[in-house]
T-cell receptor, first 115, second 113 residues
Framework: DVKVTQSSRYLVKRTGEKVFLECVQDMDHENMFWYRQDPGLGLRLIYFSYDVKMKEKGDIPEGYSVSREKKERFSLILESASTNQTSMYLC??????????????FGPGTRLTVL | QQQVKQSPQSLIVQKGGISIINCAYENTAFDYFPWYQQFPGKGPALLIAIRPDVSEKKEGRFTISFNKSAKQFSLHIMDSQPGDSATYFCAATLTDSWGKLQFGAGTQVVVTP
């Protein structure tokens, strides 16, 4: 079974803090994704990575950065957390290529609250 | 601006009834349309998916109907069960995009006993 794990289920941070969200997948997938989930807005793509050290902006990258130093690990970084970044963050991985779309497998999510 | 519009926002159906969720898209280049199911406290998981070369796909009690000319697709849950109570997301993507998904806003389905 594919397993995507996220470092924390719940996180509470203060405005201005630097926040790291970690994601690890065990299926040797090339692609990893970070989404945020908000009621009424569905899932919105923040960043994705199709290879180690490669990254692309998604639909809402402002205020976020990412790091992928190893194939199995993808980190989301909030350089200076703000209250409007309070949300559920979901990590996913897949083996999709440019010519073939495969299933995305999601982690359980991290609910981040910024006070 | 959401590229995939989903309705309704929520749905209550009696056990044994049919749940219907609709999605519409604008980008005619989309060529893969998955539905994800999310239970409370869990991440979404793929439920069923369709490509535009077929008009319908059925897996057990779940059916996707696809209307290419209208740019719409829908999920039908037949004989709905309390265990189907979850949030359902439609999504769309296109070849040459590494599988990046555009999600709908989600529909919360509650099946009453």
């Amino acid at each position: 079974d594919v397993k995507v794990t996220q470092s924390s289920r719940y996180l509470v941070k203060r405005t201005g803090e630097k926040v790291f969200l970690e994601c690890v997948q065990d299926m040797d997938h090339e692609n990893m994704f970070w989404y945020r989930q908000d009621p009424g807005l569905g899932l919105r793509l923040i960043y994705f990575s199709y290879d180690v050290k490669m990254k692309e902006k998604g639909d809402i990258p402002e205020g976020y950065s990412v790091s992928r130093e190893k194939k199995e690990r993808f980190s989301l970084i909030l350089e200076s957390a703000s209250t409007n970044q309070t949300s559920m963050y979901l990590c996913a991985s897949s083996s999709s290529t440019r010519i073939y779309t495969d299933t995305q497998y999601f982690g359980p999510g991290t609910r981040l609250t910024v006070l | 601006q959401q590229q995939v519009k989903q309705s309704p926002q929520s749905l209550i159906v009696q056990k044994g009834g049919i749940s219907i969720i609709n999605c519409a898209y604008e980008n005619t280049a989309f060529d893969y349309f998955p539905w994800y199911q999310q239970f409370p406290g869990k991440g979404p998981a793929l439920l069923i998916a369709i490509r535009p070369d077929v008009s319908e796909k059925k897996e057990g009690r779940f059916t996707i109907s696809f209307n290419k000319s209208a740019k719409q697709f829908s999920l039908h849950i037949m004989d709905s069960q309390p265990g189907d109570s979850a949030t359902y997301f439609c999504a769309a993507t296109l070849t040459d995009s590494w599988g990046k998904l555009q999600f709908g806003a989600g529909t919360q389905v509650v099946v009453t006993p």
